[in-house]
């Protein structure tokens, strides 16, 4: 349940049951998401699970944010200035799906420990991102220990929008809007390929068949 704090703000509370076998994983798996904007211009997410035999579970968001709002068209990400915590990343294959090894981001496009323009080097000529069309991998996030910290900083081209990120997770998925279709949004604006960005706060993926 949500706490008192929560209580007392704007909440939007989702639930779901996953039944024992779907998907294929065991047990009967109870999923709770609170959704809460404070009157500190945060938006916190909570997630609760329980289930009832051993099981696997990586729950996560993806919210997409666009720091210079719809427009038609909207703009690209490419002009937003990204800061990620982390020394380290998890590269993919040829189908996105997680090698199994952790890499240094140093002197490669992915070092965001310094602020960048996603747009700066998204097209570079760089396997890893050539294969994902962009920005779409787990970065190993610094000072992992359980408790909530700042792990990173978005900013609109004129600095005038800021959004800080925190989590108590050990990894963030960092997604640049590779691949959506154009689609209309609200008042008829228009939004498509990397017109918004998701950070997917999560465990590190595919660790079930991944050990170390």
Same mark, same amino acid.
């Given at each position: 349940? *949500?706490?008192?704090?929560?209580?007392?703000?704007?909440?939007?509370?989702?639930?779901?049951?996953? #039944?024992?076998?779907?998907?294929?994983?065991?047990? =009967?798996?109870?999923?709770?998401?609170?959704?809460?904007? !404070?009157?500190?211009? +945060?938006?916190?997410?909570?997630?609760?699970?329980?289930?009832? #035999?051993?099981? /696997?579970?990586?729950?996560?968001?993806? *919210?997409?944010?666009?720091?210079?709002?719809?427009?038609? @068209?909207?703009?690209?990400? %490419? =002009?937003?200035?990204?800061?990620? =915590?982390?020394?380290?990343?998890?590269?993919?294959?040829?189908?996105? /799906?997680?090698?199994?090894? /952790?890499?240094?981001?140093?002197?490669? @496009?992915?070092?965001?420990?310094?602020?960048?323009?996603?747009?700066?080097?998204?097209?570079?000529?760089?396997?890893?991102?050539?294969?994902?069309?962009?920005?779409?991998?787990?970065?190993? &996030? %610094? =000072?992992?220990?359980?408790?909530?910290?700042?792990? *990173?900083?978005?900013?609109?081209? %004129?600095?005038?929008?800021?959004? +800080?990120?925190?989590?108590? &997770? @050990?990894?963030?998925?960092?997604?640049?809007?590779?691949?959506?279709? &154009?689609?209309? *949004?609200? %008042?008829? #604006? !228009?939004?498509?390929?990397?017109?918004?960005?998701?950070?997917?706060?999560?465990?590190? @993926?595919? !660790?079930?068949? #991944?050990?170390?």
């Amino acid at each position: 349940a *949500a706490s008192d704090v929560y209580k007392r703000q704007q909440s939007v509370v989702l639930h779901y049951v996953a #039944k024992d076998g779907e998907e294929g994983f065991p047990g =009967n798996l109870d999923v709770t998401v609170t959704y809460t904007f !404070t009157n500190e211009n +945060e938006l916190v997410i909570t997630y609760v699970a329980n289930t009832d #035999k051993k099981t /696997i579970i990586n729950l996560t968001n993806h *919210a997409f944010f666009s720091l210079a709002g719809l427009n038609n @068209p909207t703009p690209t990400v %490419d =002009n937003n200035i990204v800061t990620i =915590n982390a020394d380290y990343y998890i590269p993919i294959d040829e189908v996105s /799906i997680p090698t199994g090894e /952790i890499l240094k981001v140093e002197g490669t @496009p992915m070092d965001f420990t310094e602020p960048h323009l996603i747009g700066e080097r998204i097209d570079a000529d760089f396997d890893q991102l050539k294969m994902a069309g962009g920005y779409d991998h787990n970065w190993v &996030l %610094d =000072n992992y220990t359980g408790q909530v910290r700042k792990i *990173a900083v978005v900013k609109s081209s %004129d600095k005038s929008r800021i959004m +800080e990120v925190y989590t108590d &997770l @050990p990894g963030v998925q960092f997604y640049s809007g590779n691949s959506r279709d &154009l689609e209309v *949004a609200k %008042d008829g #604006k !228009t939004y498509g390929c990397r017109a918004g960005l998701a950070l997917e706060t999560q465990f590190y @993926p595919d !660790t079930p068949n #991944k050990p170390q």
